[in-house]
């Protein structure tokens, strides 16, 4: 094992320094990442929108001023990791080359602000849909220029639909952002990024490809924020363990049969669907007729056709652009004012006549076949060699997690070079499409997604899954097939779920008019049980957002999935450190309690509505509608808020919280006794499990529940001592009445199931 290092990786499985099983349960943070700060432009705001070149992006995620104040309050609900989100337009806003020091020099302060706490970090170079001109967030600007593109008309011919350029903003339909992977802009820039110098040979900038030109950026703007965190001295390993590759990558037109069609593989369906073929000509000023799509109950249904008419307006830059602006230099091959799959010999603009309708099925230098599994294996691992190494340059021994495109099978790379690597990851992402698309919960029924993707029903019909019950071992089944596929493909490695989560504002948001959160804590508890119970080393929920509010939410393309918002309440936390007495068992049932503790010292069942408070930081987060601030709730925190492994001295065979009975479970595999000073680590929030209020069966050796203080942030946790062999846990806490019909959180504060004993 590496000396020094707080994380490692033995055999699969993450390691302390003494060799205890870690557990990463952790958090994105944060969501306010994805738009500047200067000037303030959340994705509704139109106002200066294309001034993209002047943005600033310091005091994102957060002002480092409250650094404490966010990290504290996650420490509080059990995290011990974060994926650091951050972009690239973070660094490169103002143009090719040009690094924002400022925002840079801020961003190591609050990872240096992280370390008081603890936390185990990993970067997370995020990007949605390429960038904020192409609907989502990620890229600068300039890229779109440098390729070719013109985002001031992206809305005309809906080569992108961008919420902060919607006609009506507030009416901007649900998840419709996600459909902008298979419009012209997003769809080209990624061709564009894996592998322009196959299907682009023409597009050469500064004297290499656009391919090179786009990757060569991105990929220097990652490396100089992991020299400049190398530099610091005092954050990489002990606090930064490692980058992820990017987020949700795309391949774009990659692996396209035929573009006048809509691929099979093309689950997300919503609103105006074009083929690429008809985003090709729309881009290029053309009428076309499309097809339109709903999400129906058990999938996109087509609800009609609509015409997507720019009247004549392009996509593409004008052939008179000026390229100076940004001080590179395009090659004279590369015509402006014409679109770049034309002068690639794909369509014939004078008669609008598609001519090569698989050109991007098979790769052009070859002739072979171009399909999913082509791409992962060659263009994106030949991106992610790249990354890798060039992060490796400055952080040596940095933990590498993979990210392949987003619920599809990683690269097969096992028993390779690549496959091979001590310090690689891999790192999924997965959601309830159903909840997450019609932002409802529906207990009744739910659909096995991965299966259906995989091939594994003859209908989407025999995906179905009925009641609760089986939705969730349902969710725990997708989770544990994907882990299954990075060990099949990648090799034995570690399986972090970097993004899972709900979205807060089902049913017409209604719970922020009632307080009601039943929904919410339903789908949330189903979710962590999926991630728990699957076997995954770890896992990141998506989303803490510092300025989350009931009126927008995230502030990004109508999305809402922040555990926090300004205009919730927060679960109540102990002020104050607890009494030092200790609550200790062993195995023959002996026990000692702490002496009782003040209400005012100790939040307990009894005084969970007095002691409640709302930190908030931000005094501009009030909703404009006042109903929908009528009755702040908790916002699901008891179903996120979840006892979990900290360190286990053996490995995890299996652990599970089980929200409806307020018990923890854990099986563990010990091949020796717990050491003394190096126990198995469990936390335990008092919510759930108040100190004098719970019982713990142990398998073997003896057992410790105790508030231990961190910086000003009071944890509690059960150290235990056990033997050697199969060991078992079992926790009981509070258990609470749980309703589906109004007025959850003031039965939630009663007192019911009976009083529990520490045994």
């Not at 794909?346 to 050109?359: A, E, F, M, Q, R």
């Not at 698309?437 to 029903?457: E, F, H, P, Q, S």
């Not at 609760?468 to 399986?495: S, V």
């Not at 808020?641 to 995890?652: D, F, K, M, W």
Request: net charge negative.
């Amino acid at each position: 094992m590496a000396g020094g290092f707080r994380l490692t990786i033995e055999d699969g499985k993450f390691r302390d320094v003494h060799g205890r099983q870690v557990t990463l349960r952790g958090i994105n943070v944060a969501g306010d990442a994805k738009y500047p700060s200067k000037p303030d432009q959340p994705s509704h705001v139109a106002e200066d929108f294309f001034d993209g070149d002047n943005v600033k992006f310091t005091g994102k995620p957060f002002p480092k001023e409250d650094a404490h104040l966010h990290f504290s309050r996650l420490k509080r609900f059990g995290y011990n990791t974060i994926r650091y989100v951050f972009t690239w337009e973070a660094i490169e806003a103002a143009g090719p080359g040009i690094y924002d020091e400022e925002w840079i020099q801020e961003a190591i302060e609050i990872l240096r602000a992280a370390k008081s706490y603890g936390f185990y970090i990993f970067m997370d170079p995020h990007q949605d849909v390429w960038s904020r001109f192409s609907g989502g967030s990620g890229a600068p600007m300039w890229t779109l220029y440098a390729a070719g593109l013109n985002p001031q008309s992206f809305a005309a011919t809906e080569a992108a639909i961008v919420h902060n350029t919607y006609p009506e903003p507030d009416k901007f339909p649900k998840m419709i952002w996600s459909t902008n992977y298979y419009r012209l802009a997003a769809a080209t820039m990624f061709t564009l990024f894996f592998a322009g110098k196959e299907f682009a040979p023409k597009c050469i900038i500064d004297g290499v490809n656009i391919q090179d030109y786009l990757q060569g950026h991105f990929i220097r703007a990652c490396q100089h924020l992991a020299r400049r965190i190398h530099e610091a001295g005092d954050i990489e390993n002990d606090v930064v363990f490692g980058w992820e590759s990017l987020n949700e990558p795309n391949k774009g037109m990659i692996g396209y049969e035929d573009i006048s069609v809509i691929p099979k593989e093309q689950a997300l369906k919503k609103g105006t669907c074009p083929t690429i073929w008809q985003t090709i000509l729309t881009g290029s000023g053309r009428a076309v007729e499309v097809d339109t799509w709903d999400m129906g109950g058990l999938g996109p249904v087509k609800v009609g056709r609509a015409l997507i008419d720019p009247h004549g307006e392009s996509a593409w830059l004008p052939a008179d652009y000026n390229d100076s602006r940004y001080g590179y230099k395009r090659d004279s091959g590369w015509k402006l004012g014409e679109c770049v799959w034309a002068q690639h010999g794909v369509w014939d603009p004078s008669t609008d006549t598609l001519l090569k309708k698989d050109y991007f099925g098979k790769r052009p230098s070859t002739g072979e076949h171009v399909d999913y599994p082509y791409f992962t294996g060659h263009y994106f691992m030949d991106y992610f060699r790249s990354y890798r190494d060039a992060i490796r340059e400055h952080h040596k021994d940095a933990i590498i997690l993979l990210q392949g495109p987003t619920m599809e099978v990683p690269p097969n790379i096992k028993g390779t070079p690549d496959g091979d690597d001590p310090l690689l990851v891999y790192a999924p992402h997965w959601y309830d499409g159903i909840t997450l698309m019609t932002k409802k919960w529906n207990r009744a029924w739910n659909v096995d997604v991965i299966g259906v993707l995989r091939g594994r029903y003859w209908s989407p019909a025999f995906a179905v899954k009925v009641g609760e019950t089986a939705i969730r071992n349902c969710f725990k089944d997708q989770h544990a097939a994907m882990r299954q596929e990075g060990l099949d493909n990648l090799g034995n490695h570690p399986c972090i779920m970097t993004e899972f989560g709900i979205p807060y504002d089902m049913d017409d948001k209604s719970a922020y008019k009632t307080g009601d959160y039943a929904s919410q804590t339903s789908a949330m508890d189903a979710n962590h049980f999926g991630v728990e119970a699957s076997g995954l080393e770890g896992y990141t929920l998506w989303l803490y957002m510092a300025k989350n509010d009931h009126e927008r939410g995230d502030q990004w393309n109508g999305e809402d999935l922040s555990i926090y918002s300004a205009d919730d309440k927060l679960l109540p936390i102990s002020p104050v450190p607890k009494s030092p007495d200790l609550a200790q068992s062993t195995s023959d049932g002996s026990s000692t309690n702490r002496k009782d503790l003040d209400d005012d010292d100790s939040v307990t069942p009894a005084n969970l509505k007095r002691t409640i408070t709302n930190p908030s930081i931000s005094s501009e987060a009030a909703s404009r509608q006042p109903e929908l601030s009528a009755a702040p709730g908790y916002r699901a925190a008891e179903a996120y808020v979840r006892p979990a492994p900290i360190y286990t001295a053996g490995t995890i065979t299996n652990y599970v919280f089980n929200l409806r009975q307020c018990q923890f479970t854990m099986t563990i595999k010990a091949p020796k006794a717990a050491e003394t000073d190096h126990p198995t680590v469990v936390s335990l929030p008092e919510f759930h499990f108040p100190q004098d209020s719970c019982v713990v069966e142990v398998s073997s050796g003896k057992w410790e529940l105790s508030s231990d203080e961190e910086e000003t942030v009071m944890m509690q946790r059960l150290r235990w001592w056990h033997g050697e062999g199969e060991q078992h846990l079992k926790i009981t806490g509070m258990v609470r009445k749980y309703s589906d019909e109004g007025g959850y959180y003031d039965q939630l504060f009663g007192f019911w199931g009976g009083s529990c004993s520490v045994m």
